[in-house]
């Protein structure tokens, strides 16, 4: 006679297949922006309290302002650098842009529209060139862009010199095209009585744009694993190659940009200037969540350390401080981001 023994089911139930969920906290302290809505609010308060000018609807409208000068070309940035790229020469590249289409027209007698287009294919050319050598030649971005800022900057200097006899641009004000290019990058409006300009609204469209390309499309997975590790990720079929030329040509297109917005808001432009800018939008970057080894950061983030540089720029002035001391903040400020980006990732990876 034989005896069956019932033996228990090893299948696993509903809730022990269930995940354990993740607390608030956890999802927080994921996010590669945190540290910089922190900082953004500490420095905010601090200013708000010691500064009265801080406090006025006006002197927001100035500091978005000072940001958006920072942010727009900090959006391409972030993502350039979470592709694990950077690019030294977006600095000068605004300047270039700005020049190509004040002396293209002014010398040409072309409508500015013409100089705008010019400029914006030509923007994206030195951007393509710039991912090609990087992916071609194995040539690290720092040192390929690096060679590209001194050119640029060469370039911009002689050029002008050469072609107006000074260090600047002739006034564009007065040229067919101006009104209307000007309504595109460098109008303002105003909103309860305060003066707005386009460009944060413009800021703003960049860095949500940027931020859906991150985390809803399959660019944006593509970016993380090329910047996590291109070996991998090209393993799998991601096209790493003309993801980092694309990245690098989104940085040259926010570049032509701002450089417009200069030309417009300004009409006219200094050869020499943009020098020192792309430390800005490094920092912002960085300041945001970016790290410098790529596959990680935050197009958001870019756009909240681009306002901290706004408000520290500002801040200063308002609570009437010597402006030198921005350049010690600029520093501390970057030292202290990296250590709590990477922080913030390896808390992110051990909670995984």
């Not at 090893?10 to 945190?34: C, F, I, Q």
């Not at 910089?36 to 500064?51: D, E, G, K, P, T």
């Not at 641009?169 to 309504?183: L, R």
């Not at 460009?199 to 809803?216: D, E, H, K, Q, Y």
């Amino acid at each position: 006679m034989s005896t069956t023994v019932a033996t228990p089911s090893t299948s696993p139930t509903k809730d022990s297949a269930a995940p354990p969920k993740k607390s608030l906290l956890t999802v927080l302290l994921a996010r590669p922006e945190l540290g910089a809505v922190v900082a953004a609010v500490v420095i905010y308060l601090f200013f708000f309290a010691i500064a009265d000018p801080f406090r006025s609807l006006p002197a927001l409208s100035t500091i978005l302002y000072t940001s958006s000068v920072i942010g727009i070309v900090a959006v391409g940035v972030a993502l350039l650098m979470i592709g694990g790229e950077f690019d030294l020469s977006a600095g000068v590249s605004v300047t270039a842009a700005a020049l190509t289409t004040s002396m293209i027209c002014y010398e040409l007698r072309l409508n500015l529209w013409v100089g705008v287009l010019v400029s914006l294919v030509l923007m994206l050319l030195i951007g393509f060139i710039n991912g090609y050598l990087v992916v071609k030649t194995g040539i690290p971005s720092f040192l390929v862009t690096l060679s590209t800022f001194f050119m640029l900057q060469g370039l911009n200097l002689g050029v002008t010199q050469l072609v107006t006899g000074t260090v600047a641009t002739q006034n564009v004000s007065d040229m067919d095209g101006y009104d209307s290019a000007k309504a595109v990058f460098a109008s303002s409006f105003s909103v309860g009585g305060v003066t707005v300009r386009i460009s944060v609204l413009w800021w703003l469209v960049f860095a949500l744009l940027a931020t859906w390309i991150l985390l809803r499309t399959r660019v944006g997975n593509w970016i993380f694993a090329v910047g996590g590790n291109a070996a991998s990720a090209r393993a799998v079929g991601v096209p790493v190659n003309k993801v980092k030329i694309g990245l690098f040509m989104g940085v040259s297109f926010l570049a032509w940009f701002l450089g417009q917005h200069i030309l417009f808001q300004l009409s006219t432009v200094q050869s020499g200037q943009g020098v020192g800018q792309e430390f800005r939008y490094i920092i912002a970057a960085v300041v945001g969540g970016a790290l410098l080894t790529g596959g990680y950061g935050s197009a958001i983030g870019s756009a909240i350390g681009a306002f901290i540089f706004g408000m520290t720029t500002q801040g200063i002035v308002y609570a009437g401080w010597d402006p030198s001391w921005f350049f010690t903040f600029l520093g501390a400020m970057l030292l202290i981001a990296v250590m709590v980006n990477l922080y913030v990732k390896n808390y992110a990876t051990s909670r995984r």
